[in-house]
Antibody, heavy 122, light 107 residues
Framework: QVQLVQSGAEVKEPGASVKVSCKASGYSFSDYYVHWVRQAPGQGLEWMGWINPKSGDTDYAKNFQGRFTMTRDTSISTAYMELTSLTSDDMALYYC???????????????WGQGTLVTVSS | DIQMTQSPSSLSASVGDRVTITCRAGQGINNYLAWYQQKPGQAPKLLIYAASTLQSGVPSRFSGSGSGTDFTLTINYLQPEDVSTYYCQQYERAPRTFGRGTKVEIK
């Protein structure tokens, strides 16, 4: 069955960087876009961007251009997101989620990781 | 960016009631509209996609309708386990914008 397993919670100081991993299993990792979604405490869902695991191409939401980077390692079916220059506004749950197939019709985000809590505190 | 306007932001209904949540897109999205359910402490779960297609395993009391820019999620015979926050999302183009969510509670 399709699974996305994310790395554990992180505590970072302001100004630091954080890198979260998302390991996929149960399907061909390179054949589906991986998206990242953020949820601040008590708030709604905010789409951050997607990565094409086959080509490495990315698309970032405007709010996340500059400090946010998505990468992948196809040899271990894992996607990564890195956020730099952390502030208290970046405290949130970060989810990876599977999107459309590279060659299929548009698909919703039907598989989600368990979320990774990033805490920013001095 | 396509703005998604979801209403109401919260509602309280009795067990067995019919509940309706609406979502309006800022422009046409070719019915690439999904509804998600999120329970506290859990990741979102896909309920409906393509505006009206029920995801496998989702109870049939959930239904979606609409086209163009106006969409609706209906829960027939509200159950205690339906207490959640519900989000609409357009996936016609990036950024895949979400509505701000509707928190559903039991009276």
């Amino acid at each position: 069955q399709v699974q996305l397993v994310q790395s554990g919670a992180e505590v970072k100081e302001p100004g630091a960087s954080v890198k979260v991993s998302c390991k996929a299993s149960g399907y061909s990792f390179s054949d589906y876009y991986v998206h990242w979604v953020r949820q601040a405490p008590g708030q709604g869902l905010e789409w951050m961007g997607w990565i094409n695991p086959k080509s490495g191409d990315t698309d970032y939401a405007k709010n996340f251009q500059g400090r946010f980077t998505m990468t992948r390692d196809t040899s271990i079916s894992t996607a990564y997101m890195e956020l730099t220059s952390l502030t208290s506004d970046d405290m949130a749950l970060y989810y990876c989620t599977r999107g459309s197939g590279l060659t299929s019709m548009k698909q919703p985000n039907n598989y989600w990781g368990q979320g990774t809590l990033v805490t920013v505190s001095s | 960016d396509i703005q998604m306007t979801q209403s109401p932001s919260s509602l309280s209904a009795s067990v067995g009631d019919r509940v309706t949540i609406t979502c309006r897109a800022g422009q046409g999205i070719n019915n690439y509209l999904a509804w998600y359910q999120q329970k506290p402490g859990q990741a979102p779960k896909l309920l409906i996609y393509a505006a009206s297609t029920l995801q496998s395993g989702v109870p049939s009391r959930f239904s979606g309708s609409g086209s163009g820019t106006d969409f609706t999620l209906t829960i027939n015979y509200l159950q205690p386990e339906d207490v959640s926050t519900y989000y609409c999302q357009q996936y016609e183009r990036a950024p895949r914008t979400f509505g701000r969510g509707t928190k559903v509670e039991i009276k």
